[in-house]
């Protein structure tokens, strides 16, 4: 028998996230090359932070259901059910699901362990432009400003 690995992605735990739910798909079935998630999430929700940026990372998004506005730093790009956007290392973006539904999305990147991500935006405790540093606390992931240690986000599982 081959090494070959399936799960019911449904039935996976929900990872820290500011969604609905996040399943973390790769490290469920162990990959080393490539990340992969699937999100659901409502409208207003972002997936998964803030404004970030991957300095050695693609990313790829596509959109199952829903709608999806992907903040870049030269506009707003919308992308809807059945289409899908890449996001080359390096770019900012922030992609927050929008419309009347939940948006059911698919987030492919690579390579794996390259997928720190820069997160830069202002505190709001002390008003730098400092990259957040994250701490597990429990089953929460909690943000913190690296310029004064203030906690910014505290993000944690879905909650069904």
Known sequence: MTDAKKVAVEDLPDAPNPTRHKKEVDEALG??????NY???????RLPWGPHRHPDHEELFYVLEGALE?????????????????VPPETTNLA???????ARVIAVGAPKDSDGAVIEEECPACGAESDRSYAVDGDDYVLSCAAC???????????E
């Open 39 to 45: 999100y659901v999430a409502d409208p207003g929700q």
């Open 96 to 102: 927050r699901a929008v419309g009347e539904t939940p």
């Open 70 to 86: 992907v903040e870049l730093d030269d506009g707003v790009l919308p992308v809807t059910a059945g289409e899908a956007v890449f």
């Open 149 to 159: 240690g203030a906690t910014v986000d505290r993000l944690t599982p879905g909650p």
């Open 31 to 36: 990959t080393t090359a490539f990340g992969f």
